[in-house]
């Protein structure tokens, strides 16, 4: 079964402009949850999407969005990038979500300049 | 609010030696707890969780709803346990899963 894959896997930007990260699940997951990892703060939790609804939504502004299509696959969005949004970003799927063991892909590396 | 503390970022130990990474948490309901491991160059990967009660290459954590932790213990360090480990607390009440900031466990051979 393959794993989480995600797009692109690096990433340079510079501020002000927008970005979009892609997530493709494992198969049959319906569940796919979004982080941003960073050294000093670790894996915080931005969005959860199960189904094309965003079911949980983390503490970061609203210039970060996302979604997720019919087969599951999700995008996520940054807009007005800024200099401290530089980091991994990580996405997991789960069958269902919730206590559901997470997969998580390899990461989007961002680095904005 | 939920919340899941690693108090320690780094722990070093001589290889042989008994390890305990220390992971509390705060959360008013009912808990389920993991712990996540990362190897170098390599992805986010589940360790174990409470409720299998499993010994995952020799670690073991026991819920210790007392004092609200969930310490991974593993009685011999191994080389290849070198990696970076991250506690986790899905919280059913907000429905989310919440990390903590981990604790890189560094053995020396």
């Known amino acids: 079964k393959a794993g989480v894959t995600q797009t692109p896997r690096y990433l340079i930007k510079t501020r002000g402009q927008q970005v979009t990260l892609s997530c493709s699940p494992i198969s049959g997951h319906r569940s796919v949850s979004w982080y941003q990892q960073t050294p000093g703060q670790g894996l915080q939790f931005l969005f959860e999407y199960f189904s094309e609804t965003q079911r949980n939504k983390g503490n970061f502004p609203g210039r970060f969005s996302g979604r997720q299509f019919s087969n599951s696959r999700s995008e996520m969005n940054v807009s007005t990038l800024e200099l401290g949004d530089s980091a991994l970003y990580l996405c997991a799927s789960s069958v269902s979500g919730g206590q559901d063991t997470q997969y998580f892909g390899p990461g989007t590396r961002l680095t904005v300049l | 609010a939920q919340r899941v503390t690693q108090p320690e970022k780094l722990l070093s130990v001589f290889k042989g030696a008994p390890v305990e990474l220390k992971c509390n948490y705060s959360?008013?309901?009912?808990?389920?707890l993991f712990w996540y491991v990362q190897y170098s160059r390599q992805r986010l990967q589940l360790l174990l969780r409470?409720?299998s009660r499993e010994s995952i290459k020799g670690f073991t954590a026991d819920l210790n709803k007392g004092e609200t932790s969930f310490h991974l213990k593993k009685p011999f360090a191994q080389e290849e346990d070198s990696a970076m480990y991250y506690c986790?607390?899905?919280?059913?009440?907000?429905?989310?899963?919440?990390f903590g900031t981990g604790t890189k466990l560094q053995v020396i051979p």
């Open positions: 959360y008013s309901g009912s808990p389920e």
């Open positions: 409470h409720i």
């Open positions: 986790a607390l899905y919280s059913g009440g907000y429905q989310k899963v919440t």
